[in-house]
């Protein structure tokens, strides 16, 4: 599904990967290791478009679903636990807000609107998000009864649990996780 031929990076004179050719096949898991420093993040950074390889390229296919945990992401600390999560699926979670804006009349779009809305929420599985994130966020070790509270509840190891949820209540056909356990207990690992 990944195609990475001759990936080089370099900073000046200081090279962190040369010539990395390698296939990442559907269905596989693999993780890459090496020491503080070495580049495993500025490797990551290229294959999410985030930084631009010194040489090579990497082919993924248009219409795949990427999903990608950063180490530094954050994101607000006044909103729900549940709809930070929900924002895995932006447009649904979007069409969501809309449509219940509508339906409390605080915007004058038509019936026009609301039917591309629910067709939109409808095609995409929209009316279960909440309950898909609760899950995602559960499965994680965050308690049920928190997912209503502000993120700001959370210690920092759980704020990255949240951000993993995010991640993946959007269903990624890839997943591309910087560091995805630290901070995560046995159970949330083996969870994940």
Same mark, same amino acid.
């Given at each position: ?23 990442? $096949?559907?269905? @596989? ?6 020491? $503080?420093?070495?580049? %495993? ?17 990497? #082919?993924?296919? %248009?219409?795949?679903? #990427?999903?990608?945990? &950063?180490?530094? &992401? ?22 969501? %807000? =809309? ?16 039917? =591309? ?7 995409? $599985?929209?009316?279960?998000? %909440? @309950?898909?994130? @609760? ?25 990255? &649990? ?10 990624? =056909? #890839? ?14 690992? &083996?969870?994940?």
């Amino acid at each position: 599904m990944l195609q990475i031929s001759g990936l080089s990076k370099s900073f000046g004179p200081q090279a962190l990967f040369s010539d990395v050719t390698l296939q990442l $096949n559907v269905g @596989s898991r693999y993780g890459l290791v090496g020491a $503080n420093g070495a580049g %495993k993040t500025t490797f990551l950074r290229i294959l999410t478009g985030d930084e631009s390889p010194t040489d090579g390229e990497f #082919v993924l296919p %248009k219409q795949v679903r #990427v999903g990608v945990l &950063r180490q530094d &992401r954050f994101m607000a600390d006044d909103q729900a636990i549940i709809e930070l999560a929900m924002m895995g699926e932006p447009d649904v979670y979007a069409a969501l %807000k =809309e449509q219940g804006q509508l339906a409390d009349g605080h915007a004058g779009a038509g019936p026009e609107r609301l039917a =591309e809305l629910q067709e939109l929420i409808g095609t995409r $599985n929209g009316y279960s998000l %909440k @309950s898909r994130a @609760s899950a995602v966020l559960v499965g994680l070790g965050i308690p049920s009864q928190s997912l209503e509270q502000p993120l700001s509840t959370l210690s920092g190891g759980f704020k990255l &649990r949240v951000l993993l949820a995010q991640v993946l209540v959007g269903e990624p =056909e #890839v997943l591309l996780l910087d560091e995805p356990t630290n901070h995560l207990d046995i159970l949330s690992i &083996r969870w994940l």
